[in-house]
């Protein structure tokens, strides 16, 4: 059997880290499988759904390196989903209800007041024919429930292990709205069947819809036919807290415009929650490689922004001059070389540009002994200079100093670079070349 999953966003707002690793997990699992990804808009909710946003996650989902081979939106395929509504209404398993939204609510407390779930009580269903048509005539329109069967549905989780759900304990879910909209948990179930969606890989928070959602798919498409299903534990933040307190920074568009390489955030997103280490990887494919959804843990899983953008360091320091040259380029700083000396010192790619004038200048020294400085400045080996240069250098300045160690190193890093800390300068020595490097040592700005 080949694979088919989907991730399905509404497109209602940004993309946040959490929909993200939803989205990483379902791609990794269709690569892994050799199997498709079908990117799916879920925009039943007509008020909130954007073009904007449809436009954003498509975009984000890009550079996040996600490709999906299938795509497909629910607002275009109301015939279907109308189709399915009429099976489940013909079988008595779609049934009109009249209750405002002031009653229902009026009758839960009055539930939980008496020490009862708050489960709706079904009386919609002992309307007969001439209630309805007052209620009609009275300008009242239905909202539509499924029958639940009201017994235990179980199912084998690819993660979570053998799940049981009594739907005895829920409410008729409402499909249809009183304005004849779908509310989300029909079409899902539709254009899963219409898609032959095998693996159904979503967050937790979905735990109750899926038991809903297989009666669904038993009453459409008959019994044993719901797909797997795979529920990820939700990401959380550092310190526990539920990360949808902080959203709006940590929505995927924000993170690229910080400059996050894209490949940080996927090796972020593909093994924070597993039994795997966090590591930097550099393409999708190690990802794939690595992938097994046995590995993705039962326990909530950590985002952390701190560790994130540790990883974004470690991710730079793998990658080669081919990698980013485009990008140096547009920044106007370049050469491999460059690249090579500097990378192990950045955070984001965009630090390059802090750092090139160490090179191109201009740099104003930090000289603390002048004495010391020119007595360096006196032994700089002649050109041309190679990545030996500095050791010669520096063993001339020992020799002529009597220094060594921190003494001797600090000094010369804040007279060549003006910096506390910064790329090695064996590297460095040879891109500044020496006229620069002099004239640094003497107290230039150069
Ligand atoms: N649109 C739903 C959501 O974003 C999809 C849930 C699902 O994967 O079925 O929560």
Redesign the pocket.
């Known amino acids: 059997m080949s694979t088919v999953v989907?991730?399905?966003?509404?497109p209602t707002g940004l993309l946040h880290v959490g929909?993200a690793r939803?989205a990483i997990v379902n791609y990794l699992f269709a690569r892994k499988t050799g199997g498709q990804f079908l990117l799916?808009i879920?925009d039943t909710d007509t008020e909130r759904s954007k073009q904007e946003y449809e436009d954003a996650i498509i975009d984000v989902l890009r550079w996040l390196g996600i490709k999906h081979d299938l795509f497909a939106r629910q607002s275009e395929r109301s015939p279907a989903h109308q189709a399915a509504a009429d099976k489940l209404k013909a079988a008595g398993l779609l049934y009109p209800c009249y209750e405002t939204a002031m009653e229902l609510d009026r009758r839960r407390q009055r539930q939980i007041a008496s020490g009862k779930p708050p489960v709706y009580d079904r009386a919609a269903l002992k309307l007969t024919a001439e209630e309805r048509e007052a209620l009609e005539a009275s300008g009242r329109r239905a909202h539509w429930r499924f029958k639940l069967s009201q017994t235990k549905v179980k199912w084998t989780d690819l993660i979570r292990g053998e799940v049981e759900i009594d739907t005895a304990h829920l409410s008729d879910p409402v499909l249809i709205r009183e304005d004849g909209r779908f509310l989300?948990t029909l079409p899902?179930v539709v254009d899963?069947v219409d898609f032959n969606i095998t693996h159904?890989?979503?967050?937790e928070?979905?735990v109750t819809?899926t038991a809903v959602?297989i009666e669904i798919f038993e009453a459409l498409a008959g019994k044993g036919k719901a797909p797997a299903f795979a529920h990820h534990p939700l990401l959380i933040g550092a310190g526990g807290e539920a990360l949808s307190k902080r959203l709006g920074s940590l929505s995927l568009a924000m993170l690229r415009d910080d400059g996050l390489e894209p490949m940080a955030l996927a090796s972020y997103l593909a093994k924070t929650g597993t039994s795997d280490p966090i590591a930097a990887f550099a393409s999708m494919d190690e990802l794939v490689a690595g992938f097994a959804m046995e590995k993705i843990a039962r326990a909530p899983a950590h985002f952390d922004p701190a560790e994130l953008t540790n990883l974004n360091a470690k991710l730079l320091h793998l990658l080669p001059y081919t990698a980013v040259a485009p990008r140096l380029e547009a920044a106007g700083v370049g050469g491999e070389a460059f690249w090579e000396a500097v990378k192990a010192n950045l955070t984001r790619i965009a630090d390059v540009t802090t750092l090139w004038p160490l090179v191109v200048g201009p740099v104003t020294p930090v000289i603390e002994d002048a004495g010391f400085a020119a007595a360096a400045a006196a032994v700089l080996p002649p050109e041309p200079f190679d990545e030996t240069s500095w050791g010669v250098f520096t063993k001339a300045v020992q020799a002529a100093t009597g220094r060594k160690g921190k003494d001797l190193f600090h000094p010369l890093r804040l007279a060549l670079t003006g910096l506390e800390h910064g790329p090695e300068l064996k590297k460095l020595l040879p891109l500044m070349g020496r006229t620069r490097a002099l004239a640094r040592l003497n107290g230039e700005t150069a």
Do not use: C, K, L
């Open positions: 989907r991730f399905a966003p509404s929909n939803t799916r879920d989300y899902s899963d159904i890989i979503r967050g928070d979905h819809n959602q």
